[in-house]
């Protein structure tokens, strides 16, 4: 606003002896002289400023404009307060706070001025919480919170009201003096307000079982009946360690149980879970169950043979348990195959004379059985048994063992004959036959070398019926 000369004439006078600008000045003697270039106003912008801390600044600009109302620049103005215990002005129209209060602001030149106010007032510009997160383990615990008001400039507004509220009132509430209540589980945001500024603390209500941990976190077993066990640590939400125990089961109980006391034992090969539960919490633990072979067993018979001779042997496996493990895949080996060799299904073949192992193995476990070959020739042979009766009709068998020094080997071969096949009759394998009654001899003979007899009787057809054959 421009303000009538007679009122401002004091005014004026004093801000130009502020100012150090007289009449006389030359800055003023350059302004135009002409009727149209007279001054005519002066405007100060903005009309009012508000300062919210102490030491705040703000500028304030003047306009000066002819009688026609062109604007003029270059001219000296002179600034002052009229109020400098509350703000203070520089030449530059620059005004700083200085107290909480009102000012009022003149500028000037020769017989105009113009005026603004200013209000310090000191403002909350920020709200410090004492903590930023808090938790409450307890319903119906508490935990106070504290705030602390600043102005714009740092300095602390301790009368400065604070409001606190909560996001969630059913999981904790706050009182007007900060002080946070549980209610119920969950996440809640509380809010401390001054004014404008504001800030908040996330506070997380957990009660009870928080974390279960379960170690070991998996399990191997390598025999049925093997055992293993787990504990449990169960913490709540701070970490503190609760006296709850977990209780424990398993998915598949035919692969593998556990006891109340997390005592695990595999029942058979597959694989599992275990699952540890303490109120809602879960935690599991992978169980696989197998079976490590621990020893091999060899069967089959030893002994010698002669070459060319084969002899079948199997092989079982067991757990360190003693349990059976079922389709498992032998390795078989022989420890001199000029003497024996032996096939991946453990058939083995004498080659030469002279003593080898025929082994089975299965990782780590294995098992072996002696065979002797001979190079000598079979020199005897035995046939069983020394006598048959047997009807019209029917069969019986006749075996044969072969001997070298008296030593009886395996793969000996004989011819099989009849005396009289008009009575009895005998196959390549040793299978008698009864033709008709009467008597005869059945003869195995190997070579030159060794030779025996079978006496067979032939009694007439059973009327009851045929016996069947030995």
């Not at 006078?13 to 003023?28: E, N, P, Q, S, Y």
């Not at 409450?136 to 919170?145: D, M």
């Not at 928080?210 to 701070?238: E, F, H, K, Q, Y």
């Not at 002669?306 to 022989?334: C, K, M, Q």
């Amino acid at each position: 606003m421009t303000y009538p000369k007679i009122d401002m004439r004091s005014t004026l006078l004093a801000a130009l002896v502020v100012a150090g600008c007289t009449a006389d000045d030359t800055r003023i003697g350059r302004l135009p002289l002409e009727p149209s270039g007279a001054l005519g106003t002066i405007e100060i912008t903005p009309p009012s400023m508000f300062l919210g801390f102490l030491g705040a600044q703000g500028v304030f600009r003047a306009g000066l404009a002819t009688v026609d109302g062109d604007s003029i620049s270059g001219v000296s103005l002179a600034w002052m307060s009229l109020n400098p215990e509350v703000a203070t002005v520089d030449g530059s129209g620059v005004v700083t706070a200085i107290q909480e209060g009102s000012a009022r602001i003149v500028v000037g030149v020769l017989n105009l001025a113009d005026t603004a106010d200013v209000q310090v007032l000191r403002v909350p510009s920020v709200v410090r919480l004492t903590a930023d997160t808090a938790l409450i383990t307890e319903l119906g615990a508490t935990v106070q919170l504290g705030a602390t008001v600043v102005d714009g400039g740092g300095v602390t507004l301790s009368t400065a009201p604070v409001t606190w509220t909560s996001s969630d009132t059913s999981i904790v509430r706050v009182s007007s003096t900060g002080t946070v209540t549980s209610v119920g589980q969950g996440v809640a945001t509380v809010t401390a307000r001054s004014d404008a500024a504001g800030a908040s603390a996330r506070i997380r209500v957990s009660v009870g079982p928080s974390t279960l941990s379960v170690t070991p976190n998996s399990i191997a077993l390598t025999a049925l009946g093997d055992t293993a066990r787990v504990s449990s640590t169960v913490r709540d939400a701070r970490g503190d360690l609760l006296e709850s125990t977990a209780t424990y089961t398993t998915v598949d109980t035919t692969i593998a149980v556990v006891s109340a006391d997390g005592l695990i034992t595999g029942r058979k090969t597959g694989t599992t879970q275990l699952q540890a539960r303490a109120d809602s919490l879960l935690s599991t633990v992978q169980i696989s169950v197998s079976q490590v072979a621990d020893s091999v067993v060899v069967t089959g018979a030893s002994g010698t043979l002669i070459p060319g001779a084969t002899r079948a042997f199997s092989a079982s496996a067991f757990d360190s348990n003693a349990n059976p493990i079922g389709s498992v895949a032998f390795v078989w080996t022989s420890t001199d195959t000029s003497v024996v060799t032996v096939s991946g299904t453990g058939v083995a073949t004498a080659k030469g004379g002279g003593t080898a192992f025929v082994k089975a193995r299965v990782g780590t476990a294995s098992d072996s059985v002696a065979i002797t070959v001979t190079a000598l020739p079979i020199d005897s042979l035995a046939a069983a048994p020394d006598t048959v009766t047997l009807a019209v009709g029917d069969s019986a068998q006749v075996t044969l063992r072969f001997f070298v020094g008296g030593t009886e080997v395996t793969g000996g071969t004989a011819t099989f004959s009849s005396d009289s096949t008009a009575i009895a009759t005998v196959n390549a394998s040793g299978l008698v036959k009864g033709v008709a009654e009467g008597a005869t001899w059945i003869r195995a003979v190997r070579d030159t070398t060794a030779a025996d007899s079978v006496r067979v009787t032939v009694t007439a057809p059973s009327t009851s019926g045929s016996p069947g054959g030995r």
